[in-house]
């Protein structure tokens, strides 16, 4: 089967990933909860977060909030840079049965920057918080999966970021010599 078709073939599957999953918000405790995670995901969460930690604890939480903002900086120029690049259009702008629950950030859908931000903050703020993991790993899961049941983005969109946030986020603890995480 020639590569047009695969794609082709993927972009129907992940359409009606999309759809099922979208369909979901018809219920508003569903649409609400997903709906507060990604509005928290946007940036809200993460400034909470880094503001804790660095009142809690001082020049250490400096230091790991300092990683976070950087690694977030590069993660920004990543996505933004793909996302003029591929030009994806969200599945909500491509299948009309697909609703967007919450007013998308850009126009493009590959990568999201909400997954990839979530999966590389939460790398990065557990490799000098373990203990935090607890919240800041279904947070993650969580926003990632908000992006596909509001209608922003494909299945695919999310992985990608997946992968990219891990990458960078090992990459960006590995040069800076913690590597109690990777």
């Given at each position: 089967m020639p590569v047009l078709q695969r794609l082709e073939r993927l972009i129907q599957h992940e359409s009606g990933w999309c759809l099922r999953a979208n369909h979901a918000c018809t219920r508003q405790y569903i649409r609400a909860y997903f709906a507060?995670?990604?509005?928290?995901?946007?940036?809200?969460?993460?400034?909470?977060?880094?503001?804790?930690?660095?009142?809690?604890d001082g020049y250490h939480g400096l230091l790991a909030t300092a990683h976070m903002a950087i690694t977030a900086a590069i993660a920004l120029l990543m996505y933004k840079g793909l996302k003029r690049w591929t030009k994806r259009p969200r599945p909500c702008a491509a299948n009309p049965e697909i609703?967007?629950?919450?007013?998308?950030?850009?126009?493009?859908?590959?990568?999201?920057?909400?997954?990839?931000h979530a999966v590389s903050f939460s790398i990065v703020a557990v490799a000098y918080y373990p203990m935090l993991a607890w919240l800041l790993m279904p947070f993650a899961v969580s926003v990632a999966m908000s992006r596909v049941v509001l209608g922003l983005h494909y299945p695919s969109d999310v992985i990608?970021?997946?992968?990219?946030?891990?990458?960078?986020?090992s990459a960006s603890l590995w040069l800076a010599g913690n590597t109690t995480f990777i």
């Open positions: 507060s995670v990604s509005r928290l995901g946007d940036g809200v969460f993460w400034y909470v977060l880094m503001a804790v930690l660095v009142a809690v609703r967007a629950w919450v007013a998308p950030l850009d126009e493009f859908s590959f990568p999201s920057g909400h997954t990839l990608a970021a997946t992968g990219i946030g891990i990458g960078l986020s």
